[in-house]
């Protein structure tokens, strides 16, 4: 639950990251970490086994934009993505402001994504929340693997809904729309947050926003 | 508890009041207190021991995942914990079922002092939580405001 200290002039806001094993959630948050001004984030705690699998979670606090003269602050968590560590994810996954739903873009790992997007649902529904009441985005995980399903089949699979989540083809090992789903998660809670209660959710598109060709960009991102 | 809690410049006066009294009291170094998902709520004492919102997110973690040890012999919970190291310690406590206390403390007292003055200030504490504002933060801000920049770059 978001936190606003007039003292400080901090408002705090926390975003997890979900999905299955092995999707890429630490990933993201690595991404972030090394390519984030480092004067806006503090360090990134990793509560790993020795096989760097999750254990219990990831952590990466972050300095944001200044609204109306608050800082803005996101705390972004991981949880373990292994089906054992349910307990630890329901954990992690109290008082969220936000989600980030990480699935896996292989074949293979279609039926994991399912497993685990219905066990957010369920998680969310023990805390007497419903998805839709909580700002979230999909990321469309690994779209540089050769053997990975096409997109629309990834939005009947996991975006078939009526009000339907923004997301985003991303690889996150290159940081490909890494930044933009997280600054999409962050618009649509700070929409929430607001006093305009009435903003919609942004529309999603027809299909995952794409990965930008592999060009030269901007800020020169090459990993 | 519902609604975004609020902290007036009144309330974090208040609860500085009464952290200060109990660090003083305990001769301890710094005292946090945070909600049970992690979040800072107010802290007191040596700002510079090291980054607070970690110390917050591991401590959560903690006392959340020491709850089913507890639940092995009968307990609801462990109401508090106490991290023994060779020059610094840890201690926390629960405030209530949102909030927990965490007090850092060296080799000037002792782990008893410590607990002894906990439990008042967290009592004080929690009748401070129990009354903030939650009904609308106040703070209006509109699309625009939020749209001017990108929240993250890279």
């Known amino acids: 639950m978001s936190i606003i200290n007039y003292a400080s002039r901090e408002i705090q806001f926390k975003i997890v990251y979900y999905g299955p094993a092995l999707c890429g959630k630490t990933t993201n948050l690595s991404y972030i970490h090394q ?14 086994t020795a096989a760097d699998r999750t254990l219990f979670f990831d952590f990466l606090p972050l300095n944001a934009v200044v609204i109306k003269g608050f800082v803005t602050k996101f705390q972004l968590y991981t949880v373990p993505g292994q089906v054992i560590y349910n307990a630890t994810r329901q954990l992690v996954l109290r008082s969220a402001d936000g989600l980030c739903f990480v699935a896996d ?29 909580v700002p979230c985005v999909l990321q469309y995980n690994k779209r540089d693997l050769p053997n990975i399903a096409p997109v629309n089949y990834m939005e009947y699979v996991l975006n078939n809904r009526r009000k339907r989540l923004q ?57 | 508890m519902t609604g975004i809690p609020v902290l007036t410049i009144e309330d974090v006066a208040t609860l500085d009041g009464v952290l200060g009294d109990f660090l003083k009291k305990a001769e301890a170094e710094l005292t946090v207190v945070i909600d049970r998902g992690g979040n800072v709520i107010s802290q007191f004492g040596d700002r510079n021991v090291t980054d607070v919102t970690i110390i917050a997110a591991l401590a959560a973690g903690s006392f959340a995942a020491t709850r089913e040890l507890a639940r092995r012999i009968g307990e609801v919970e462990f109401n508090a914990l106490y991290h023994q ?5 840890m201690f926390m406590n629960s ?6 206390m965490i007090t850092v403390f060296g080799p000037r007292t002792t ?35 939020i749209a001017a920049a990108p929240i993250f770059t890279e």
């Not at chain 1, 390519?35 to 790993?48: M, T």
């Not at chain 1, 649509?188 to 947050?193: G, N, R, S, T, V």
């Open chain 1, 105 to 133: 873009s292989q074949w293979e790992k279609m039926e994991e994504n399912v497993e685990s997007f219905k066990n957010l649902e369920e998680n969310l529904a023990k805390q007497n929340v419903a998805l839709d009441e």
């Open chain 2, 111 to 145: 782990v008893g002092l410590v607990r002894f003055y906990s439990a008042a200030a967290a009592q004080n504490v929690s009748g401070i939580l129990k009354k903030l504002q939650r009904n609308g933060h106040g703070l209006e801000f509109t699309a625009a405001d």
């Open chain 2, 85 to 89: 190291g060779n020059g610094s310690h």
């Open chain 2, 95 to 100: 405030v209530d079922d949102d909030n927990i």
């Open chain 1, 167 to 223: 997301s985003f083809e991303v690889i996150s090992s290159t940081g490909q729309n890494v930044f933009a789903a997280l600054n999409a998660v962050s618009q649509i809670l700070l929409h929430k947050f607001s006093k305009q209660s009435d903003v919609p959710q942004t529309v999603a598109p027809p299909v995952a926003i794409p990965v930008q060709p592999a060009l030269p960009q901007n800020e020169g991102v090459s990993v």
């Open chain 1, 35 to 48: 390519r984030i001004n480092p004067l806006n984030r503090g360090d990134l705690v990793s509560l790993a």
